[in-house]
């Protein structure tokens, strides 16, 4: 089972953790266009990530009832015989990977006011020079964000390692399987903390789950420094940037 709960949870990092990184941050970047209804538009993707929890799980536990769920309604809408969702072991956590994309909202919120402290004198400069918008988007763009995308990559991270919530209530007994079998179906959504869970307050074995506990705080941590110590190869700080300047005018 230990075993089983740290597959299921790589597996759900390695899906859920870049995709939010993208949508949040491609989100951003479209928002930030001039656009008709730009901040109707900001805040109906924002408001959901406002919810979160309980309240979120439910909500797609609806959603993704293979009989009578939207989702399945709308593909069916178009000639697609939609999957069983969360009752299919091979598509259960690709949907809780769906349902985390409900918060991508606070990532992107964070992305656009980065966006906006860009200066716009780069922009123009790069464009004298001849630079496209794809140029401008990867030498000036992507460089400048380096410091925010290395911040929602280490919430995210640490975000994606602590799922529980969202298993535990459409797992449990009034979700999904009304027996109540907490990481189903077939093992295939036993995340490491609900494993953790279980093992302290199902079978009271506290001092394994204490250990697994520091396991996981003690992995996070080592991942989290590697990030940090790896961050001064593709992290560019503005302050940074000025500095090796003036270095390099002699001031």
């Given at each position: ?50 919810i ?23 593909l ?20 809780f ?7 991508v ?56 390692f602590q ?40 079978y ?27 961050s ?20």
């Amino acid at each position: 089972m230990f075993h089983q709960s740290l597959k299921v949870t790589f597996y759900y990092a390695g899906l859920a953790l870049p995709l939010t990184l993208i949508i949040g941050f491609s989100l951003a970047v479209l928002l930030n266009q001039d656009i008709m209804g730009q901040k109707i538009w900001r805040t109906i993707y924002f408001f959901p990530s406002v919810i979160a929890g309980v309240a979120v799980a439910l909500v797609w536990l609806r959603l993704f009832d293979p009989n009578i769920g939207l989702i399945n309604k709308i593909l069916g809408f178009f000639g697609i015989n939609g999957p069983k969702w969360l009752l299919d072991p091979d598509w259960a956590i690709p949907s809780f990977v769906m349902m985390s994309l409900w918060g991508v909202g606070r990532s992107m919120i964070i992305y656009l006011a980065s966006l906006q402290s860009i200066p716009t004198s780069l922009y123009e400069a790069a464009e004298i020079d001849g630079a496209n918008v794809i140029q401008r988007f990867f030498n000036i763009t992507i460089p400048m964000m380096t410091p925010v995308i290395f911040y929602n990559l280490i919430l995210g991270l640490i975000s994606t390692f602590q799922l529980f919530t969202e298993v535990y209530v459409v797992t449990g007994t009034g979700g999904i399987n009304k027996a109540g079998s907490l990481g189903g179906p077939a093992r295939s959504t036993m995340v490491y903390n609900l494993y953790l869970y279980l093992t302290a307050f199902r079978y009271f074995d506290m001092g394994t789950a204490s250990a697994m506990a520091w396991l996981l705080f003690i992995f996070i941590l080592v991942i989290t420094v590697i990030l940090f110590k790896t961050s001064k190869y593709w992290v560019f700080y503005q302050g940074q940037l000025g500095n090796q300047e003036n270095k390099k005018n002699g001031k």
